[in-house]
């Protein structure tokens, strides 16, 4: 096989090995459930409490504020409905924003079918909320705030604090997607505010199909499934018990290492972005210039298609991405890029590299050094750009 770089590290991280190590004994020594009174299991037990506990220390919480559930998605629909559900009978206004993970978006739209209102904040061009806006669509009804810590198209970080100085002044609960910004960013629930926070295990180094669901004390929250009592009787099902281990270890291992990893990618991103920006003209990064991800870069080519520059991308061995996961293969522009007020033409020829420690400056020179050369034979056969290109002269 020839090179392989990925780059996509937004849409699924490589499992760490000492992740899938600590896992293994899971499947095939210690498979006793959980909830089996025999001494075989009850070492099953303890590791599950222990994962708890490691993974509140990431957070400044407490162990029984974590719950597990499978994944980011999970986690972001149990805190809307659940909410929803618990709190109907204060209010049934929501707020979130328009660059949110389709799992708010497709869940506040459901929720907006069931009798709920929600008002979807604007953002600025570079992916920030409109905080004037928000305070302004705060009603006595509202009773929920859903915003992102990151976004996973553009790499924004919001200004998560004062959303939830914001939610608290008003006694609104305050929820925040964390998929992407967990392990890449310090976060301290109580500092910010945060009553809510989804994190998904394979975006950290962890293994697909687990996730947490952090609800502060307090939350009157309902049963997300209803049946056995794990989880406090809120989330039922068999713990996912080498799933659990293995997030716990990639939580620990994220917070560990997250100050070298950190620098050293923001760094790899920095170069990538100056060099492209310098080298590739009649293009633009997406997102705040440094309040973002360090592992993010997103950029628009105007006179491309995202999809061709994806495939041939995908010739010299460069994973990439036009966006998020969930939407490619439609046909319509991101709705992140939208809301920053990109018109679709520019939208649709977007690229998102998203890096992880292992990139190198060098392997940054071999993406760019293709990159201009697959942008610019793109042009060539673009009869806008040799339109552009006319009036020029
Ligand atoms: C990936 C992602 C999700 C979904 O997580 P899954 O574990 O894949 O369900 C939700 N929100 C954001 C911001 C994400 O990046």
Not at 299 to 314: P, T
Not at 365 to 378: F, G, M, P, R, S
Request: with cysteine; glycine share 8%; charged share 25%.
């Amino acid at each position: 096989m020839g090179k392989l770089l990925y780059l996509d590290n937004a849409a699924t991280t490589k499992t760490a090995p000492e992740v899938v190590d600590a896992m293994l004994p899971y499947f095939t020594e210690h498979y006793g459930n959980p909830s089996s009174v025999y001494s075989f299991s009850s070492g099953n037990k303890e590791m599950i409490s222990k994962q708890r506990e490691a993974i509140a220390d990431t957070l400044g919480a407490s162990a029984n504020e974590i719950y597990f559930t499978a994944g980011g998605s999970e986690s972001d629909n149990w805190a809307l409905k659940a909410t929803a559900e618990a709190y109907a009978g204060k209010g049934n206004h929501i707020i979130t924003t328009k660059i949110e993970h389709h799992a708010i978006l497709h869940t506040a739209q459901y929720l907006e079918k069931r009798g709920f209102e929600v008002t979807y904040v604007d953002v600025d061009e570079d992916g920030k909320v409109k905080l004037d806006e928000l305070k302004a669509a705060i009603r006595p009804t509202t009773i929920l705030i859903s915003v992102m810590f990151a976004n996973n198209e553009i790499g924004t970080i919001q200004p998560i604090k004062e959303i939830g100085e914001i939610a608290k002044e008003h006694g609104i609960l305050f929820h925040t997607d964390a998929v992407q910004a967990y392990g890449q960013l310090p976060i301290n629930v109580d500092e910010c505010h945060i009553d809510m926070l989804s994190a998904s295990g394979h975006k950290f180094n962890g293994p697909k199909g687990i996730g947490f669901l952090y609800i502060r004390k307090g939350v009157k929250i309902r049963s997300f499934v209803h049946g056995g009592a794990q989880e406090r009787k809120r989330r039922a099902g068999t713990e996912n018990v080498p799933g659990i281990v293995g997030i716990g270890t990639a939580a620990k291992r994220a917070a560990n290492t997250r100050e070298e990893r950190v620098a050293k990618e923001i760094e790899v991103r920095d170069y990538l972005i100056d060099r492209v920006l310098k080298e590739i003209p009649y293009c633009r990064l997406n997102g705040h210039r440094t309040d973002r991800l360090p592992n993010n870069a997103n950029f628009s080519f105007r006179f491309v298609e995202g999809e061709s520059l994806l495939i041939m991308l995908d010739m010299k061995g460069i994973c990439a991405s036009s966006g998020s996961a969930c939407t490619s293969g439609s046909l319509d522009p991101s709705h992140v890029l939208l809301a920053i007020g990109l018109p679709h033409e520019i939208a649709h020829g977007s690229l998102r590299l998203t890096i992880n420690e292992e990139i190198t400056k060098e392997d940054i020179d071999y993406v760019v050094d293709n990159l201009k050369e697959i942008v610019a034979h793109l042009r060539n056969m673009s009869p806008l750009y040799e339109d552009f290109v006319k009036k020029q002269k």
